[in-house]
DNA sequence: GGTATGATTGACT
DNA sequence: GTCAATCATACCA
C-alpha cells in the first residue's frame, strides 16, 4: 500500500507522484499514466464556488475518493488531497490495463485494450467505479493502491476539457505511454510543473 | 419556474 | 472536423 500521507500535501505533488502507481478496483486496474490536478482556488475546479451536495467528497479528509458525473453520462474518479477542507483532488484520466482484462473487455466490449482506461469516463466504466463509491476511503476494499514499480518520465502539459484556468500545467503523464487519453505536446515534454 | 454549462465519449460528415 | 446524449448544478426571473 502507499503510505498513509501519501495524499497529505499539495495536490499538484500528488498528481505527479500518482504516475507509476498502480491502481485496483474490486481487483481490476493497472498502473496509473494520466492525472490531473484541482485546487479550491482554481476557477475551473468544481470546489472553486465553495461546498455543495456533488463535492461534499472534496471537503473531506485526504485519502478518499470523490466521484462524480460527467456529461450526465460518465463518471469519473478523483482521490481527494491535501487536508480536510482544502476542496483539492486529483482526476484520474487513464491507466494502463494490468490486471483484470477478462472483467474490462466485458464492460467495454467496443474497446480494444489501448483504449480501454484511455480517459476519465472510459476508465471508470472498465474499471466499475460509480457514484457508490463517492467518499470511500482508497486505503480499503474495494480500492488498492501499489507503489509506483520504479521511476519513470514523466510530462507535463495543460488539462483537458476544462474553459477556465487553461494554461496551468496540471495534467501529468507517464511519457511515451500508448494508454494516454491524448499525447502530450512536445513543447511540455520533460517540463517540470510547479509544486 | 426556465435556461445555460460542463474535469466526456462515440457516431457521423 | 461536427454534434447529440443526458443531468446535476448554477444562475436568473
Do not use: K
Not at 37 to 54: I, L, M
Amino acid at each position: 500500500m502507499l503510505e498513509p500521507d501519501f495524499f497529505a500535501r499539495d495536490v499538484v505533488s500528488v498528481a505527479r507522484a500518482l504516475i507509476g502507481v498502480r491502481l485496483a478496483v474490486a481487483g481490476v486496474g493497472g498502473t496509473i499514466v494520466e492525472t490531473e490536478a484541482y485546487h479550491h482556488e482554481d476557477p475551473a475546479s468544481h470546489s472553486f464556488n465553495g461546498r455543495t451536495q456533488r463535492n461534499a467528497a472534496m471537503f473531506g479528509p485526504p485519502g478518499r475518493a470523490y466521484v462524480y458525473r460527467s456529461y450526465g453520462i460518465h463518471w469519473c474518479l478523483n482521490f481527494v488531497c491535501e487536508a480536510e477542507g482544502s476542496g483539492s483532488a486529483v482526476l484520474l484520466r487513464a491507466i494502463e490495463p494490468e490486471a483484470g482484462l477478462e472483467e474490462m473487455r466485458d464492460r467495454r466490449w467496443r474497446a480494444d485494450t489501448r483504449l480501454r482506461c484511455a480517459g476519465p469516463g472510459r476508465l471508470t466504466q472498465s474499471l466499475g467505479v460509480t457514484g457508490s463509491m463517492d467518499g470511500l476511503a482508497l486505503d480499503a476494499a474495494p480500492f488498492a493502491l501499489l507503489p509506483a514499480a520504479g521511476p519513470g518520465e514523466i510530462v507535463a502539459g495543460p488539462r483537458i476539457g476544462i474553459s477556465r484556468a487553461i494554461d496551468l500545467p496540471w495534467r501529468f503523464g507517464l511519457a511515451g505511454s500508448r494508454f494516454l487519453s491524448r499525447p502530450f505536446g512536445r513543447a511540455q515534454r520533460g517540463q517540470v510543473a510547479p509544486a
